[in-house]
């Protein structure tokens, strides 16, 4: 069974940047498509950046030249570094491999872009 713990969320102003991590247990992470998906009140749950085990990254438009998405499987650890936020960034940021696996959702981490 993997558990995926998220950290790193806060409150950030606009144009600030913060530092999301996913702690993963579990030997068979390293074989995973792993994404970060986000979630704003009241909105569905959207994929916006992904990472194969290889290291080949994907990002929505929305977020493209602003995140970056990597990985250390050695750690079994996904980060996601966020530059340049803005208030619609404001959401809780999960980790999940994809496709997603329900019982792999975690608590999430609050990320709120606000002046």
């Known amino acids: 069974q993997v558990q995926l713990v998220e950290s790193g969320g806060g409150l950030v102003q606009p144009g600030g940047s913060l530092r999301l991590s996913c702690a993963a247990s579990?030997?068979?992470?390293?074989?995973?498509?792993m994404g970060w998906y986000r979630q704003a009140p009241g909105k569905q749950r959207d994929l916006v950046a992904s990472?194969?085990?290889?290291?080949?990254?994907n990002y929505a438009d929305s977020v493209k030249g602003r995140f970056t998405i990597s990985r250390d499987n050695a750690k079994n650890t996904v980060y996601l570094q966020m530059n340049s936020l803005k208030p619609e960034d404001t959401a809780v940021y999960y980790c999940?491999?994809?496709?997603?696996?329900?019982?792999?959702w975690g608590q999430g981490t609050q990320v709120t872009v606000s002046s």
């Open positions: 999940n491999k994809i496709p997603p696996s329900t019982t792999y």
């Open positions: 579990g030997s068979i992470f390293s074989m995973y498509t």
């Open positions: 990472i194969t085990s290889g290291g080949r990254t």
